[in-house]
């Protein structure tokens, strides 16, 4: 007879002034949002509608506020690269959302990383195959506290950054965003049932690259907070 396997516990963020703690149910994560990133990345940003991809709720890595973590780089890559991002935490679902009543869904925001074995991903571009394997690596997905909106509102506008032992390599404003966070909730609405304890990477910004073992990264959102991770 097969032994049970208990449950594993929920990944859960941790959430500012207080003890409470947010859990997260799916992760959904938007492509190339910002206009200069994707073209950068090949894209032409006029002519594509937003397009979503998932991580594990387990590729979350807790980082808290004033603490500097430790970020594991991955198997199988040697082009590893960040990409800083605005977390969005949805404390109600729905389908079919209205763009108008979106952020009304919203819990809270927090600065994330949407980490990315380039190397893999270029590969499965140029097989036609799906984002997995360069997306969904271990703790991939760091983010930090998150600042409820009740508390800071909704931010949509305000810098973007992200530094590599001390040197900017990110820069953006979140006004630069393709689709608003009000927008990115109501398509993805239009496709899934969403639920609480969803979260949304809300895109990055240009500037993405490479890092190694030994270099810090922090990420930074004017009015939301800041991260800090050594890659090791």
């Not at 760091?142 to 409820?148: A, N």
Request: a negative charge.
């Amino acid at each position: 007879m097969l032994s049970v396997i208990p449950n594993p516990p929920r990944t859960a963020l941790p959430i500012q002034g207080t003890d409470d703690l947010f859990p997260v149910r799916r992760v959904y994560c938007v492509g190339r949002n910002f206009a200069a990133h994707a073209r950068e990345m090949g894209a032409d940003p006029t002519r594509e509608p937003p397009f979503f991809f998932m991580k594990p709720a387990d590729a979350l890595q807790v980082v808290p506020d004033g603490q500097a973590v430790e970020h594991p780089y991955p198997p199988k890559t040697e082009n590893y690269h960040h990409e800083v991002e605005l977390v969005v935490a949805l404390a109600k679902g729905g389908r079919d959302i209205p763009v108008a009543d979106a952020l009304d869904h919203v819990y809270g925001y927090g600065v994330g990383l949407d980490m990315t074995r380039r190397d893999l991903q270029d590969d499965a571009k140029a097989l036609r195959r799906s984002w997995e394997l360069g997306k969904a690596s271990d703790l991939s997905g760091p983010v930090g506290t998150l600042k409820p909106a009740s508390v800071i509102g909704h931010p949509d506008k305000g810098a973007i950054t992200l530094s590599v032992d001390g040197a900017l390599r990110q820069k953006g404003d979140l006004s630069d965003m393709i689709w608003s966070v009000a927008e990115q909730i109501a398509y993805l609405s239009t496709y899934f049932a969403l639920e609480p304890g969803d979260v949304i990477f809300a895109g990055t910004p240009e500037g993405v690259g490479a890092v190694t073992r030994g270099q810090t990264m922090v990420g930074t959102i004017e009015g939301v907070g800041e991260i800090r991770l050594t890659v090791v």
